[in-house]
């Protein structure tokens, strides 16, 4: 079936640190790709999408791009926050499947 | 206003007792979903609606039983409550079931059983 894995967390930074988290997928299909963020005691919040190959999603500074041939969509941004600091996750949905499968989740705290 | 909202936030209840948590959705959304994330943060799907009718059922047991009795409320109903049954509870809707659009989440219902 479809599955996704994330890096490991924690993971801790600096602020203006460069942030790179990796996701990479397996799927029958061809899926769309999501970032989705969870801040402490919220629910999780869309962060950016990709629907195609190559597709480049972008929101507040985070990016990430669907590589096909690598089967990967890492997010990275090029200067982090403290504000930045939540659970992050990766997730994919086949056209067909109606839902979202996610990834493990990563933390992510932002030292000042 | 809050798009998908949800009720109670926690839920502390003792082993063997019977809950419900609600779930209201007030973006127009065809598709409701119900999420469940462990303690590990791993969410996996439950159950899925679209229109009032079951499209997944991914291996709940039968002690879950979700009810929607409009496109814009889908409930939960949990029998005879276990301490694995701990967790976070979301739900989430989508404007369509395809899978190329996002879903939208409530806050989440932590439910503890002791």
């Known amino acids: 079936g479809d599955s996704v894995t994330q890096m490991e967390g924690p993971v801790t930074l600096s602020e203006e640190a460069f942030l790179t988290i990796n996701c990479t997928y397996t799927a029958t299909g061809y899926p769309s790709l999501f970032w989705y963020v969870q801040y402490p005691g919220e629910g999780l919040q869309l962060l950016l999408k990709?629907?195609?190959?190559?597709d480049k999603g972008s929101n507040k500074g985070f990016e990430a791009t669907y590589r096909k041939e690598t089967t990967s969509f890492h997010l990275e941004k090029g200067s982090v926050q403290v504000s930045d600091s939540a659970v992050y996750f990766c997730?994919?949905?086949?056209?067909?499947?109606?839902?979202?499968?996610f990834g493990q989740g990563t933390r992510l705290t932002i030292n000042p | 206003d809050t798009a998908v909202s949800q009720t109670p936030k926690y839920l502390v209840t003792q082993m063997g007792n019977d809950k419900s948590i609600k779930c209201e959705q007030n973006l127009g959304h065809d598709t409701m979903y119900w999420y469940k994330q462990d303690s590990k943060k791993f969410l996996k799907i439950m159950f899925s609606?679209?229109?009032?009718?079951?499209?997944i059922n991914e291996t709940v047991p039968n002690r879950f039983s979700p009810k929607s009795p409009d496109k814009a409320h889908l409930n939960l109903h949990i029998n005879s409550l276990e301490l694995g049954d701990s967790a976070v509870y979301f739900c989430a809707s989508s404007p369509k079931s395809r899978g190329d659009t996002e879903a939208f989440f409530g806050q989440g219902t932590r439910l503890t059983v002791v």
């Open positions: 990709a629907t195609k190959a190559d």
């Open positions: 609606y679209n229109n009032k009718e079951l499209i």
């Open positions: 997730a994919l949905s086949d056209r067909g499947a109606q839902k979202l499968v």
